[in-house]
Structure formats: structure tokens, C-alpha cells
């Protein structure tokens, strides 16, 4: 089992829907939680990054973390064309000896006009 | 702002041949990362470099050997290169280590085809 599970897609949605992306890991030991964009052809950007359980807001974006149930979601409201990429979630710990992010495989977002 | 600049951002190697990933970073990072993208796999730890000075094995290092040339520049070298070393390598920095919630920035890339 992944310690990080991601659904690839690819998630098709019409312009303006709310779009829901989500993670489940296996390591009660994260602490930290990041989303990413990637464009294709492009390095991934960071998006969003919350630190233990609860909701970040950032205009359009919500990240969300449950960590009593493993899962992390990330909101898109009002999808637009230029939402179209690969969202990676990234997990770490909060302490240090452990120096990485276990990232998923990304999930392919295509929002049509 | 360049932020992390990679180079080359495209290359072919015939099998057995050796070339050098450059990567270096203008935000005054102390920690920089090499990782390498597959189809289905996500983003996977070749090498990272905590500072300057310092470097040390990732999640997938066979194959690989690392150079942190000063505090901007972190090199990947492959000595003979193989097909299943064609990916995507991507250079990162953050302030913080990532062991102690720091977050990544990522260069552009670097596409290796090996045949």
C-alpha cells in the first residue's frame, strides 16, 4: 500500500462547478499537508499548505485536512479553463531527521468551457 | 524573479553515456532536492542537500551522484546513463528543510530520454 493514495483521473467538469480533489495516506505521523499545480510541461507550483487539521481558504481554493480519518480534500470553487492541470497533494513531518515529501501521482483536472 | 533554473530542459542519451543535471536557485535557500517524475508514480527523492555542504540519499539514489557546488547550485549527475533512467527531473529549494516544514519550490524540469 502507497503511503499516499491519489485517484489520477482524469476529472472532466464544465466551467463554474465545484470540484473536489482528495488524498488518503496511511502515516498518522504527517503533520503537514501542501497541494500542488503542475501545468503540463511545467514544474509543479505550491498552491496551498496547511499545518495540522482544519480548513485554509485562498479565494477560490479551500484545502481541507482530516487527519482523525486520513484524508485530505482540496475545493476548487467556480472551476475556470485555466484550472486545467495535474494536482499533486504532499505530505510531510514536522520533524526534522525525515527531510522529504511523499507526494501522490497527481490527479488530471480538464475543465471545459 | 528566476527563482530555480534548470538546465538543459531537454535531453537524448544513447545507454552508457554520462551527463550533468545543472540546477541553481536565487531565493537564498539553504536546502535543495532532485526529484525524478514517472507516469502513475508521483514526484520521488533522488538526493537532497540539507545546506551547503551536506548531501544525502534519497528514495531512488542508484544511478545517481549529487554535487552542492556552493549555496545557489545543486548538480545531478548520471555517470551511465540507463533506459530506466528516462523521467523527468525536477530540482527543488525551500528555505527550511522539508523535515521541518519548509515547502518546496520547483524548477521547470529537465525531460531525459535514454536509448
Known amino acids: 500500500q502507497k503511503e499516499v493514495e491519489q485517484d489520477p483521473g482524469p476529472l472532466s467538469v464544465p466551467e463554474g462547478a465545484i470540484v473536489s480533489l482528495n488524498c488518503t495516506y496511511s502515516n498518522s505521523a504527517f503533520q503537514y499537508f501542501m497541494w500542488y499545480r503542475q501545468y503540463s510541461r511545467k514544474g509543479p507550483e505550491l498552491l496551498m499548505y496547511t499545518y495540522s487539521s482544519g480548513n485554509k481558504e485562498d479565494g477560490r481554493f479551500t484545502a481541507q485536512v482530516d487527519k482523525s480519518s486520513k484524508y485530505i480534500s482540496l475545493f476548487i470553487r467556480d472551476s475556470q479553463p485555466s484550472d486545467s492541470a495535474t494536482y499533486l497533494c504532499a505530505m510531510g513531518f514536522g520533524t526534522g531527521g525525515y527531510n522529504k515529501l511523499i507526494f501522490g501521482a497527481g490527479t488530471r483536472l480538464a475543465v471545459h468551457p | 524573479n528566476a527563482g530555480v533554473t534548470q538546465t538543459p530542459k531537454f535531453q537524448v542519451l544513447k545507454t552508457g553515456q554520462s551527463m550533468t543535471l545543472q540546477c541553481a536557485q536565487d531565493m537564498n535557500h539553504n536546502s535543495m532536492y532532485w526529484y525524478r517524475q514517472d507516469p502513475g508514480m508521483g514526484l520521488r527523492l533522488i538526493y537532497y542537500s540539507a545546506s551547503e555542504g551536506t548531501t544525502d540519499k534519497g528514495e531512488v539514489p542508484n544511478g545517481y551522484n549529487v554535487s552542492r557546488l556552493n549555496k545557489r547550485e545543486f548538480s545531478l549527475r548520471l555517470e551511465s546513463a540507463a533506459p530506466s533512467q528516462t523521467s523527468v527531473y525536477f530540482c527543488?529549494?525551500?528555505?527550511?528543510?522539508?523535515?521541518?516544514?519548509?515547502?518546496?519550490?520547483f524548477g521547470q524540469g529537465t525531460r531525459l530520454t535514454v536509448v
Open positions: 527543488a529549494s525551500s528555505g527550511r528543510t522539508l523535515g521541518t516544514g519548509g515547502m518546496a519550490f
